[in-house]
C-alpha cells in the first residue's frame, strides 16, 4: 500500500498562537503514525511564490493521512492555526515500492 503525505507551505503571522498549534499537531500525527520528514529549515524557491516554512509528513498510507487530518486531535489544534497563518495543505499519495 503507499504512503500518504502532507504538503504544506506557510506563512505564519501570529507566531504565539500558532506554536500551540504546532504542539498538538504533532501529538495528532505521531498519533497517526506520522513522521516528519521536513519542518521548517532551509529552502529555495526554484519556481513560483515560496512560503517561509516548508512540512513534509509522511503516513503509513493516504487514508492515515486523511484520518489525521479529520482527527478530533488535530482539528482542535487547528483552531490554534486558524487566523494565524497563511496556508496550503495537500494529501497526496505516495508510489508503491
Keep these: 500500500m503507499p504512503k500518504g503525505y502532507w504538503i504544506a507551505?506557510?506563512?505564519v503571522?501570529?507566531?504565539e498562537p500558532f506554536k500551540n498549534y504546532a504542539a498538538g499537531a504533532s501529538e495528532a500525527v505521531k498519533k497517526h503514525g506520522g513522521r516528519y520528514l521536513a519542518r521548517g529549515g532551509a529552502?529555495?524557491?526554484l519556481e513560483g511564490?515560496?512560503?517561509a516554512r516548508n512540512v513534509v509528513i509522511e503516513f503509513p498510507s493516504?487514508?492515515?493521512a486523511v484520518d489525521c487530518w479529520n482527527s478530533?486531535?488535530?482539528q482542535a489544534a487547528k483552531k490554534h492555526r486558524d487566523g494565524n497563518c497563511?496556508?496550503?495543505f495537500v494529501v497526496v499519495e505516495g508510489i508503491e515500492p
Excluded: F, G, V
Design 9 to 11: 507551505r506557510i506563512d
Design 13 to 15: 503571522t501570529n507566531p
Design 43 to 45: 529552502h529555495q524557491a
Design 49 to 51: 511564490e515560496a512560503r
Design 62 to 64: 493516504m487514508q492515515a
Design 72 to 74: 478530533p486531535e488535530y
Design 86 to 88: 497563511e496556508a496550503q
